[in-house]
């Protein structure tokens, strides 16, 4: 188990308005443009409509993919961040509707990162597959939206790009903080 010394100082990583709002806007665009499909779907509109197996095939994708993104995060918190699986909690922030998997107790921020990037590179390979075998525009909305799921990921690695990879961090519920020691 990751250890700290007693007394170590700790460094707090806001994720400010402006962040918060570039994730909300590259989430938005992929939804505006699911909206807009759905839209000349239900309208009738034939030259770019979804059959329902589309339809059905996009919903179940986008289930699949946020819950194999949230069990990727547990899963690297377990095998390189070291925290015991009683320690890793999921949930959901309803306001944004946004799920999220937490953890408590510190972890390196080497090992941080890779937590926060394996559910991009896996579920992103996974879109990206799917879209080769299955080339439809449902599937390019799939894609976009695992992507724009990482956003959030891809901020707070930003944020913590400025410590060491030996350092710890702990982070609280939402992504909103960071703390590193």
């Not at 250890?3 to 938005?28: C, V």
């Not at 986008?62 to 009683?86: M, Q, R, S, T």
């Not at 799920?99 to 990162?113: D, H, L, V």
Request: contains cysteine; charged residues 15%; hydrophobic residues 50%.
């Amino acid at each position: 188990m990751n250890r700290m010394d007693p007394g170590q100082k700790i460094a707090e990583i806001n994720l400010g308005k402006r962040e918060f709002y570039l994730f909300t806007m590259l989430f938005s665009l992929v939804i505006i443009f699911t909206v807009r499909r759905l839209a000349e779907y239900w309208l009738g509109i034939r030259d770019s409509a979804w059959t329902r197996l589309e339809l059905l095939g996009f919903f179940g994708f986008y289930l699949l993919v946020i819950v194999v993104h949230e069990l990727l995060h547990a899963f690297a918190l377990f095998c390189w961040g070291k925290i015991p699986a009683k320690a890793i909690k999921f949930g959901c922030i309803w306001k944004g509707l946004m799920p999220y998997c937490e953890f408590s107790g510190p972890i390196k921020i080497q090992a941080f990162r890779i937590v926060l990037f394996l559910p991009l590179v896996c579920t992103g390979l996974l879109a990206l597959v799917c879209l080769w075998m299955y080339p439809s525009d449902w599937m390019v909305i799939c894609t976009g939206v695992t992507i724009a799921g990482s956003c959030g990921d891809i901020l707070v690695f930003i944020k913590t790009r400025k410590f060491k990879g030996n350092l710890f961090c702990n982070r609280t519920v939402g992504l909103s903080r960071i703390f590193a020691v």
